[in-house]
Each structure stands twice: as C-alpha cells, then as structure tokens.
C-alpha cells in the first residue's frame, strides 16, 4: 500500500469561524498507518492571543495557555507530522478550515489540495442509520470516545474509528487511492522546530500565595519601608477584589514586591495585616454572617494562611472592639458608584446585551473600550489575553468575572 499513512487532527477552537478572527487553542495530531495501527500520539495547547470564547465547552482556562506556544511556533513540527499523510478528522472540513486559516496566518504555505478523509461522511457507507457526532459513531462501534471537546481524547476515538473502518472494508482500493495522492502531495520544506509542545494538564487546585511567594526574594535587610507596604496592599486588595488569584495577578503582585525591595517575609507579614484588616472590618458592625465567614476563610486560604491563625485571628477580633483598619480591604476599597464605565469581553453565562441592560439599571455606563477612565473590566476569565485585558493591566485597572460583577452591583444597589 502507497504512502505512510493517516494522520488524524483534532482542534479545539475559541468559536466556529476562523474568517471572524477565531483561532485555535489546542490541538491533537495522532499518526495510525494504512493498516490502521496507532503509530504516535503529540497535542498541544496554543496560545491565540485573545480571549479563548466559550471556555463551558473546551474547558481550557487562560491560564493554561499563557505559556503555551502561538500556533507559528508549532506550524513546523505539525506540517512534518502531516506530510505525506492522509489528513482525517471527523467533520473535517472543519478542523480543515482552521488548519488552511491558521498556517496562512503563520505565514506557512499549504498544498493546493490537502489529501483528506472525514470520518463522519464516511459513516454513511460504514455506519448507516447512526447519528452523525462522534459520540454516536463510537458508540455504533462501542468504541469509548473518551470526554468531548479535549482533542488528544477526540483525535484518538477518531482514530480508532479509522481503524474500525479500514478494518471494515471489503475492498483496500479506496484507502490505496488516498495514501497515494497524500504521498505525491507537496508540503513545502521547512525547518524543524525544537520548541516543546505543551499538553493540558488538570488541575483542580485554585492558585494561592504559596504559588508567587517563593518567586519573592528572601532579602536581608529588608529595603522597604511603610509607603512601599501600602503601594503592595493595595495591589493585593485589588488582586484579591473577585476572591480569586489569576495567574497575571500573582505575576504583578511578585514584580512589584521586586520593584519595591520587599522580602518573602515582609510579604508574608502584609499579608497576614491585610487579613487581620479584613476581619476587623466585618466584626465592626458586632455581628459575623455566615457569608462574611466563608468570605473571610476564603481570602485567608488564598493568602496561604495556616488554619489556625485565620481561627485565632477571627477569635481575637470577636473578643474585642476593632480598631480602624490601617488598610481598607476589598469592598470599602473598590466601590462602583453612578456613572461609573465598565466595560465587558469574552463569552458569559448572559448575553452581552442583557449585562449591559443590567449595568444601565444601576446606574453604571456600558463601555466599549477600555480607556483610563473605565473603572472596572469584566471578563469571562480573570486571565483573560483579549486586547482589553491586556489595555486594563496595563492602566492598572481591575479584572473580574461575572459573578463578582454581581457581587460588587448588589454592593453597590444596597448602599444606594
């Protein structure tokens, strides 16, 4: 039989369009050979420079691409992995199109005509009467998929439903016919790259100031003194405004330890005042809530507190009248208030419309570029790498999700 063999794709994509700007974030390559072997598997996330779209369906957070290469960094391996190769995919003009689209955004040529087999058309032949995802196809072969919308796992059940189908065939010359052209296909020549692919990892452990703090020198002596600690509270209380760490807030939050001269244990102090700060505030009306409680266990794992000094420093200020703040913590510290511009990027939960309806009913003012004036940026993910994300850290201005949009509305609504 002519030709190497198949070479199965699969993307993951911020959207559906590549000609509207769309792009994609991860990809999964797995080579099976004309007998219908799985010969290697390689995936990779890639960093789109943008924000990532409906990130309910792929599930790749921001953060996980931060470091990941663009797809011109990877463009040279993944053309060696497809040369020669009957490119396969299920629904493949698809992955098809965001292929074309993305090499030529690279800058990289592609053959006149990509030799390619989609295994959801051939399912008409192989598998009639079953429905037409993946899913039902595997499932027509009791195949397991795997989880959807991850492309190593998509990329491998599609080519195991290859297989199945080469397997199935009563006549060999339809796969000959498609190897040979894909042999004779001209990819263009090009260097190798030695750039590392990188693959989604699963974590399901929120970022804490453990995961910055031994990046902060340990500085003896320490060259800072009280204005510098008050420049870095009130960086951690705008970090730590939506309850969350993103990856870009605890990059700030260590160089501006750096600029400022702090050290790890000056840092670890600050943050223990910032907490005790934060106690005392919710203690000054006499009463603790159930939701100031968790609100306040919370802020007091993200800083890497121990259990205990969050319970003694909650024990100690329910014994005693608290004294003003020295550090007003988040809340009293960022207050929407009327006219107030916000602007939004990224796909929520709600529709873009209905959260700027909602903006306009308390009195803030939807905003459609992010300028020193706006005062808070909302975005489907705090790391978020839209061109607006990137305007907002650069004028220092806050980042957060949705549900903290609510939360700091209601805030807002209340004291009204």
């Known amino acids: 039989m002519a030709g190497p063999g198949f070479a199965v794709i699969d993307f993951e994509t911020t959207g559906l369009f590549p000609a509207h700007h769309d792009r994609v974030i991860e990809l999964a390559v797995v080579h099976v050979s004309d007998r219908g072997l799985i010969e290697g598997r390689w995936e990779t996330l890639v960093n789109p420079g943008r924000d990532l779209g409906r990130q ?27 040369r020669g190769r009957v490119v396969v995919a299920h629904n493949a003009s698809f992955d098809i199109r965001f292929l074309l689209a993305e090499l030529s955004r690279a800058g990289r040529a592609a053959p006149a005509e990509i030799v390619s087999l989609c295994t959801m058309q051939l399912a008409r032949d192989f598998l009639p009467g079953a429905g037409r995802s993946l899913a039902d196809c595997c499932a027509a072969l009791d195949i397991d998929p795997g989880a959807a919308h991850r492309a190593s796992v998509d990329a ?83 970090c730590l405004l939506d309850r969350a760490l993103s990856v870009h807030e605890a ?13 790890r244990s000056t840092c670890e102090a600050l943050h223990r005042q910032y907490f005790a700060a934060l106690t005392a505030l919710a203690w000054s009306d006499g009463i603790l809530t159930g939701g100031e409680l968790a609100d306040l266990v919370s802020v007091g794992m993200l800083l890497a507190l121990p259990t205990e000094t969050i319970a003694a420093a909650l024990d ?6 608290p004294a003003p703040a020295a550090v007003a913590p988040a809340g009293p510290g960022f207050v929407l208030v009327a006219g107030d511009l916000v602007v939004l990027t990224g796909e929520m939960s709600r529709t873009r ?20 004036k706006v005062k808070l940026l909302v975005a489907a993910d705090a790391d978020s790498l839209s061109g607006k994300a990137r305007k907002a850290r650069d004028y220092g201005i806050p980042i957060v999700d949705e549900a903290t949009l609510a939360r700091l509305a209601g805030a807002r609504f209340a004291g009204a």
Not at 63 to 78: G, T
Not at 316 to 321: A, D, K, V
Not at 354 to 372: D, I, M, N, S, Y
């Open 316 to 321: 100690e200020t329910r014994q005693q009248t």
């Open 251 to 263: 990059q700030s939050l260590v160089r501006l330890a750096g600029e400022l001269g702090l050290s």
């Open 353 to 372: 419309s209905e959260l700027e309806r909602e903006l306009r009913e308390l009195g803030l003012v939807p905003w459609r570029a992010v300028t020193k």
């Open 156 to 238: 491998l059940a599609t080519a195991r439903l290859l297989a199945a189908y080469i397997e199935a065939a009563d006549a060999p010359e339809f796969w000959f016919a498609h190897l040979a052209a894909a042999a004779a296909s001209q990819w263009p020549a090009g260097e190798v790259s030695s750039l590392p692919w990188c693959a989604r990892t699963v974590s399901s452990h929120p970022m804490t100031a453990d995961s910055f703090l031994e990046r902060i020198t340990t500085r003896l002596p320490d060259v800072a003194g009280p204005a510098e600690y008050v420049d870095y509270l009130a960086l951690l209380d705008r």
């Open 56 to 82: 309910d369906i792929h599930g790749i957070r921001a953060a996980d691409v931060l470091d990941a290469p663009s797809f011109a960094e990877i463009a040279p391996r993944l053309i060696e992995l497809l």
